[in-house]
């Protein structure tokens, strides 16, 4: 008889597992079941869905009928999983039961919204869903004030993207700097600069004490004063849902999310849940810098948790997800900021004691016409000399030099063996001749020699 495979939730990572499981098994029944109307569409892309440099419809990449026709996967939208019994293998949605041999969980995370009095006012919004996304779009017509709560990497997509369709903007951010935790000040203070520019206001060191308005929010208050908002969305963070890994006594980690092995099943009670698979953003990770738990609510993150749960799912031949150093990157107006590892606040509450190198260059040969600037740092334990992260600020080509620093990280390379291992490829159009990365190790083997 062909396997039952149930998945809850069709982002990333749910989409990637059913995907996966089809790959792995021809003839096994597999049930997508999720509460959103839009499925495998792309959530990095809602600042410019908004701003209508995408269309809503080029995020969406598949709907139901094209998962059913193409890779014979029921998806079921709409629809709320309310229950799972672990023991009888059964979920339960909208009065119908599934039964399941094998499960994967990939319900995603929620916007974390601060108690704060006033933030169910019309007019308030977070950025999840493409719903979410056209119910901003729509009430910013006619609008023009617009508050972000948080300046991470999502609230400053969102700033750019407000600002480019002429809203006043204004981002209140509790924290010192930009992108916090992920970044450091030095590297985050360009981007505050490049948005300053722009004509984007900052209200820094300012955690939201309110938000007013008789109905529909009419201002935000933060550090004691009241900015006019006519529309507020919250970018402040994501927390694991974990209702369902609760419900099923799943083991939840030190970081709130889901524990699961290299083969993405949960566990229970320390011991693993063969039938239970786990993906996405609840799912907490390992660290590939040091030997820890670390979280990656990335979307490249879910996809390749998807694809091992869902191979796994299905009982493919066994891969496994590796420990993370979760790499980054994000166009902000005119530049791009990425970052790989631990940052200075990240090693801080690791308790790494950290020595930093940084080099700047530009994108292109110094001759070569519209070479932009590009700005390295990297980061080494100050003990071992292995490197632990990495940041970048450019005008262009950010995400090919993190993802090389990035493989050096997770190999465990020290900035010294990273100089005698490295190479890179050179045509004056693309880069200098010796890139900015090695001019930015080379100067940490330098440091860490003092
Ligand atoms: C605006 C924005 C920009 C982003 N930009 C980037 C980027 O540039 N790069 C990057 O790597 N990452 C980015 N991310 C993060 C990335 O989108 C997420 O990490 C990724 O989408 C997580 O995928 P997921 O499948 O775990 O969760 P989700 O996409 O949240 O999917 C969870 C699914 O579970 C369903 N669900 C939840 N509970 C239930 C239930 N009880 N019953 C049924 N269904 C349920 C939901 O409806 C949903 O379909 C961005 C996120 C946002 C919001």
């Not at 139901?64 to 996967?73: G, L, P, S, T, V």
Request: hydrophobic share 45%.
């Amino acid at each position: 008889m062909s396997m039952n495979i149930v998945v809850i939730g069709s982002g990333a990572a749910g989409m990637s597992a059913a995907s996966a499981a089809r790959k792995a098994s021809r003839d096994a029944k597999i049930t997508v079941i999720t509460e959103d109307e839009d499925i495998a569409y792309s959530p990095c892309a809602i600042p410019w869905g908004i701003e209508g440099k995408t269309g809503w419809d080029d995020i969406v990449m598949h709907d139901a009928a094209f998962y059913k026709e193409n890779r014979d996967i029921d998806v079921i939208i709409r629809t709320r999983v309310e229950t799972v019994d672990g023991d009888k293998k059964e979920v339960v949605a909208a009065g119908v039961t599934y039964p399941y041999d094998s499960l994967v969980i990939a319900t995603g995370g929620t916007v974390f919204i601060p108690p704060v009095e006033g933030k169910d006012l019309d007019n308030v919004f977070v950025v999840r869903t493409v719903r979410d996304g056209k119910n901003i779009q729509k009430a910013l017509e006619g609008s023009t004030n617009v508050v972000i709560g948080g300046a991470g990497v999502i609230g400053l997509e969102l700033a750019v993207a407000l600002r480019d369709m002429g809203k006043d903007v204004t981002i209140i951010e509790m924290m010192d700097q930009v992108i916090p935790r992920i970044a450091d000040k030095d590297m985050a203070d360009m981007i505050q600069q490049e948005l300053e520019a722009k004509g984007i206001k900052f209200v820094m060191k300012a955690p939201i004490q309110a938000v007013k308005g008789d109905g529909k929010v009419e201002f935000v208050t933060a550090a004691g004063e009241d900015y006019p908002c006519d529309v507020m969305i919250f970018a402040t963070g994501v927390r694991a849902n974990l209702d369902i890994p609760k419900m099923l006594g799943l083991d939840i980690g030190q970081l709130n999310a889901v524990i699961a092995a290299p083969t993405m099943n949960a566990y229970r009670r320390g011991r693993l849940v063969p039938d239970i698979f786990v993906a996405g953003d609840l799912v907490q990770c390992q660290s590939a810098v040091m030997p820890g738990a670390t979280m990656s609510q990335l979307g490249s993150t879910a996809v390749k948790e998807g694809l091992v749960a869902g191979n796994n799912a299905a009982k493919g031949e066994k891969k496994e997800f590796g420990p993370v150093a979760s790499p980054w990157v994000s166009m902000i107006g005119d530049l791009q900021i990425a970052g790989t590892g631990m940052s200075l606040g990240l090693a801080s509450w690791y308790g790494i004691d950290v020595v930093c190198g940084k080099a700047e260059g530009l994108t292109r040969a110094r001759y070569y016409p519209g070479g932009k600037r590009l700005v390295v740092k990297v980061l080494a334990d100050r003990t071992s000399h292995r490197l632990i992260g990495a940041q970048i600020v450019a005008g262009e080509d950010a995400t090919g030099r993190i993802n090389w620093l990035t493989s050096a990280i997770i190999d465990g390379k020290t900035a010294e063996t990273f100089m005698v291992d490295s190479e890179n490829a050179y045509c004056p159009p693309t880069n200098m001749v010796r890139d900015v990365v090695l001019a930015a190790v080379e100067d940490l083997c330098l440091r860490l020699k003092q």
